[in-house]
């Protein structure tokens, strides 16, 4: 296999995502609203969310033949259980950016994402590291070798790598599947990194297998709801998958979630809600 080389030019569930284009008219939420929202966006609580991920909390399991590895979404990184009281989780806000790479080329719809997401947030967010090769089949579980690539986890973005027939979009731990993310996060409930067993949330675009009857291109508003998806905001809710992929609702809780008064680790009840 050949290894990865950063090119010369220079992440439902987490999966299945669809939503339509919009063009509703938006619900203005009250302060209360968009803190709920976040909360069960962040940590797979019941309504007003839907899709809930499976096991939002899991443990950080060691075993002698692979990498440490986290068994569901979010994962002390010191291997402490599922905590009793859950606060706001995040990529925390040190200085280190996210990396960020293109898989073969740099579709203008990963770009919108980034952008769009860093001109919400309001500081920047990304590493943009540029395009790279990665050579693999289409199997389920593959090895990849990601050992030339400048860093050791991020987000590699990939078109026509969605599983199935009719997916648009994706997050998963690896191209062509549904497998989900999971998140590292130290005891102030900052993110350090995605997935133990390799380090890198797969944003896949576009369906690998098109099927006509299905709406299988993703379009900006879906590319920056799989980021989205990739950055916390795990589950979806109305404006965030259900109705429209990403309306002015999904846009105030990814504001708020990483707004500078909402530090990781802040207490979901005392939220400082942002317009």
Known sequence: MKKALLASVVLGVLSGCGGSDGGEEDKTLTDSEV????????LAEAAPCTQNVYGSWG???????????????????????????????????????????????KDPRFEYALNKAEEIIGYQLFDRKGVISLEFDDTPFFDIDYSELPSDWGFIWSQGTAPGSCSSGTVSVAPYTTSIVSYA???DYGIDKTKWSSGYAWINLDSAYPDPSCTTIANNDVSLHELAHALGMNNHFDGFGDGAAFNKNAERVLRNMYSKQNPAGQPFDSLNIEP
């Open 35 to 42: 803190s709920a929202l976040i909360q069960c966006s962040n």
């Open 185 to 187: 996060v130290g005891s």
């Open 59 to 105: 443990v950080l399991v060691s075993q002698e033949y692979q990498d440490d590895y986290c068994t569901s979404t979010y994962c002390f990184a010191d291997g402490s259980s599922s905590p009793e009281f859950p606060n706001l989780t995040r990529f925390r806000d040190n200085g280190e950016l996210i990396p960020v790479y293109y898989l073969d080329s």
